[in-house]
């Protein structure tokens, strides 16, 4: 085959298609430098297939071709980042929560719970040096009270961090369903654009950056499986799939959406009432191993692995549920000390009965009267009578009922479980008339006696009365564990944020946008532009000769 | 290394936010004057603070109570001191009454100063602290003697109103009027006299008899009651003792205890500007350069 008149032309023109098909790349690249999730992309430029010369004089070149436009990514760090990221999830969020879980407790500081309980025993102390002064008695009531709100304070203040994150994991659950979709619609797109030979590059960007923001929310994983059939252009076909805990939340054009359910039955008793439990739509039981949704489950739930009611565990985490219950138990002990004098005094674990408030004598020489008690159904204080008749009907309800075999302390005892943080409160009987009805005395009539407070005032150093110590040990033991925690939380996102940091900096800098090298292609593909335009004028000038001066 | 846009920015951004994390630290810090505001910035500091702080309101309190056990036993002692010099004038009359040289008007005003000391030792009796009476015992609401020398009330020896004033330290405080008043019997029941006042009646009677006998022998009696009386105070005063050293302690404990409290707690102020300071060099520093890095690129040449 000879040369043709033209064929110097069309070389030239495919220079400057190549030359405009990347400019109009490096544009392109450009103006996404600051897309989230955007892979920068490189044309793909060979030559173009040659033509033989027919007289054995070699291969003649045609000039370049654009193959293909192919995205800079690199799929392992992509899985890396997906499998990090879910930790960064969960820590950055219970890393918040315990933060407001402290301020809760407002300690230390000047107005916590050191500095109320303080002031309690301190209203005590006063009573013993002066046991008739009306005016102390009053302000031991006010201090009892004070103590009394705290607590109902904590725990109103739980339950509705406790509804906030219950709130929290209805939204994370319609997030993942709403990326779930989004990835779905993406897996169509792209099937079909891919089907023909194309490379749908933007559209799996956008597919990555959705599993980026999916992994921060839960344990998944998402991979391309080869279907084992072939597309039309011979390339393995392949479908997307992500999944959590190995159950597939989107498999090529299916999604499976999660859902929230109130539970009937509470996992922890502390809990407040509908909160949702999450599971797959389909019925199946959820598990998470990380991720934003599992860190607000643990925090709402979390009681430190223990067996609910209904043989459920708990997340074996100290979330809400767990200081609930610590606050429950401290003014069930409380009050059943403070009140019965029931204590452990030395150590052996089994309680003893010791004087308490019911055991001492009014001013006008009563006895009998409970100091602390709970607020009823309207939250006013119930009397020390209706407590323990409330009490007793408690005890026969979990079954331990009046005969011979159960103590009076027994049945007592498991009556104060109707205490709790939300209803503790002093008894009417003090409320209505602190004056006569605190029991100072250890007798009838003696109005200086102040042997019964001195009794109370003692157990403050009981440290048999909790498992962590007196009274003030128990509540330090609570905080400080928080902060512990806490500070963990602190230390594993730091790391996270670290390690997630160093991996997202690595995909930039393989897929990220570099300006100055996209302008330094710029002036390349520019000249380029500029010498196969010459080259056409040149031609041009060629073919004016062979056309207008060659005279026929 | 390829390094893209980006990443400098993004580098920079984490880097100006670490930055100004640290400087909030220390201008908390320095706001606050504690080094921490939540038990998770340092668990250990948290939980020390809590156990300091219930110490020293504790202390606070045993101190305020030795403050009340102080005035009430100094009001004892006050009382009980009237009284002994009550029985030495006792003790003084009786001996010149004993003596056969009196006129019979001197026998008289003895024997009206002898039933003025009488009536003075029974309202002695019935002292009061703040409307409580010191020596009913845990009757602090009733007066302990009527005026004809008989209990108006029950007291117990054992009647002791103890304050505290340390963990597990407490002081009775009071002195119980049985004890005082009955030098023999133990206790003392409503309705029966007063051995004490009855020493003085008997004085008083075998004046108006003018036994001169049975004056002598009753000086006997008065120093009895004196020995008693003496014995008492002796007791109070040790306790008294006791209550002072207590008090020194607990000042000592007090400024102890706070200086820890503040050493735990506190923040080094001078350290704490000093590391403020440097965060802003600091933060100044890489504001500097990252606004120089982030600007020019290639475009910013290419003319």
């Known amino acids: 085959m000879n040369n043709t008149t033209f064929m110097g032309l069309e070389i030239a023109m495919r220079g400057l298609y190549s030359s405009q098909r990347a400019m109009a790349n490096i544009a392109h690249n450009i103006d996404n430098v600051n897309t989230p999730g955007y892979s920068r992309q490189v044309v793909n430029q060979t030559s173009a297939r040659p033509l033989l010369v027919a007289n054995g004089a070699g291969m003649l070149g045609m000039g370049s071709d654009v193959v293909s436009v192919d995205r800079v990514r690199d799929i392992f760090l992509d899985e890396k980042y997906w499998s990090e990221a879910q930790y960064l999830g969960e820590w950055s969020v219970k890393a918040t929560i315990i933060e407001d879980m402290q301020t809760i407790y407002n300690e230390p500081s000047d107005y916590g719970y050191t500095k109320i309980i303080s002031d309690f025993y301190s209203s005590l102390q006063s009573l013993t040096t002066d046991p008739s002064s009306l005016s102390t008695r009053a302000l031991v009531k006010e201090k009892g009270v004070a103590v009394a709100k705290y607590f109902n304070s904590v725990a109103v203040h739980f339950d509705h961090l406790q509804e906030d994150l219950n709130n929290m994991v209805n939204a994370k659950v319609e997030e993942i369903n709403n990326i779930a979709d989004q990835i779905r619609e993406l897996n169509l797109q792209i099937y079909h654009f891919e089907v023909m030979g194309n490379k749908a590059n933007d559209l799996r960007d956008h597919r990555g950056y959705l599993v980026d923001k999916l992994s921060r929310l839960v344990n998944c994983s998402a991979y391309e499986v080869e279907t084992g059939l072939k597309l039309p252009n011979g390339e393995k076909e392949t479908r997307f799939v992500v999944t959590i ?79 609930q219950r610590k606050m429950n138990e401290f003014v069930r002990t409380f009050a059943l000390s403070f009140n019965e004098g029931i204590i452990d005094t ?207 | 290394m390829r390094i893209t846009n980006n990443m400098l920015i993004n580098n920079m951004m984490q880097s100006l936010s670490g930055n100004l994390m640290r400087t909030q630290k220390y201008f908390n810090q320095l706001a606050s004057g504690k080094k921490i505001s939540l038990p998770s910035d340092d668990p250990i500091v948290a939980s020390k603070a809590l156990k300091l702080r219930t110490d020293v309101s504790e202390i606070a309190q045993y101190k305020r109570n030795t403050d009340d056990a102080t005035a009430w036993m100094d009001i004892t002692e006050a009382t009980m001191s009237q009284m002994t010099d009550l029985v030495h004038r006792m003790k003084e009359i009786t001996n010149q009454a004993a003596n056969g040289t009196n006129t019979d008007e001197d026998l008289l005003k003895i024997r009206e100063e002898a039933s003025e000391l009488r009536s003075q030792l029974i309202s002695l009796g019935n002292a009061t602290y703040a409307g409580r009476y010191i020596f009913s015992g845990y009757k602090t609401d009733k007066p302990l003697l009527n005026d004809d020398g008989t209990y108006n009330i029950d007291v117990n020896n054992s009647e002791q109103i103890r304050f505290e004033i340390g963990i597990g330290d407490n002081i009775n405080i009071n002195v119980p009027g049985s004890d005082l008043f009955n030098r023999t019997i133990v206790g003392a ?34 120093d009895d009651e004196l020995g008693n009386l003496l014995r008492v105070r002796a007791g109070l005063g040790a306790r008294m003792n006791r209550v002072e050293l207590a008090a020194g302690r607990l000042e000592d404990d007090n400024v102890n205890f706070t200086k820890l409290m503040s050493k735990n707690e506190d923040v080094d102020i001078a350290e704490a500007i000093m590391k403020l300071q440097n965060e802003e060099n600091v933060y100044r520093a890489s504001l500097a350069t990252g606004a120089r890095v982030i600007q020019p690129s290639l475009v910013d040449f290419l003319k």
């Open chain 1, 245 to 323: 805990s190995g159950k597939a939340l989107v498999d090529h054009e299916k999604a499976v959406h999660l859902k929230c359910e109130s539970r009937e039955t509470k996992l922890n008793e502390e809990d407040i009432e509908n909160l949702y439990e999450v599971s797959w739509a389909d019925g199946n039981k959820l598990q998470l191993k990380s991720g934003e949704l599992k860190a607000y489950i643990d925090m709402r739930d979390g009681n430190d692995g223990i067996i609910g009611s209904d043989g459920r565990a708990s997340p074996n985490c100290k979330g809400i549920p767990y200081y």
């Open chain 1, 346 to 552: 030395d150590g052996d674990g089994v309680l003893d009965n010791i004087e308490g408030h019911v055991d001492g004598f009014t001013l006008s020489g009563n006895t009998g009267i409970r100091f602390f008690a709970m607020l009823d159904e309207y939250g006013q204080p119930i009397s020390s009578t209706e407590f323990e008749a409330r009490a007793l009907d408690y005890a026969s309800k979990m079954g331990i009922a009046d005969d011979p075999t159960t103590s009076w302390d027994e049945r007592l005892v498991a009556g104060y479980q109707n205490i709790t943080a939300r209803n503790f409160s002093i008894s009417f009987d003090i409320e209505e008339n602190p004056s006569e009805n605190i029991a100072a005395s250890s007798n009838a009539g003696e109005a200086g006696n102040n042997e019964n407070i001195n009794k109370l005032l003692a157990m403050r150093h009981n440290t048999y009365m909790f498992m962590e110590g007196a009274p003030e040990d128990f509540i330090k033991t609570v905080i400080s564990s928080m902060g512990v925690d806490g500070q963990q939380y602190n230390q594993y996102l730091d790391v996270q944020e670290g390690i997630v940091m160093q991996i997202d900096n690595r995909r930039h800098s393989i897929s990220g946008v570099s300006l100055n090298e996209e302008m330094t292609n710029l002036v390349k593909h520019q000249q380029i532009y500029g010498a196969a335009a010459a080259m056409i004028q040149s031609y041009s000038e060629i073919l004016d000769i062979l056309v207008n001066r060659m005279g026929i």
């Open chain 2, 189 to 222: 029941s409503a309705g029966n006299k007063s051995e004490f006042v009855d020493t003085f009646d008997k004085v008083i009677a075998a004046m108006d008899s003018d036994d001169k006998s049975e004056l002598s022998k009753l000086l006997g009696d008065l």
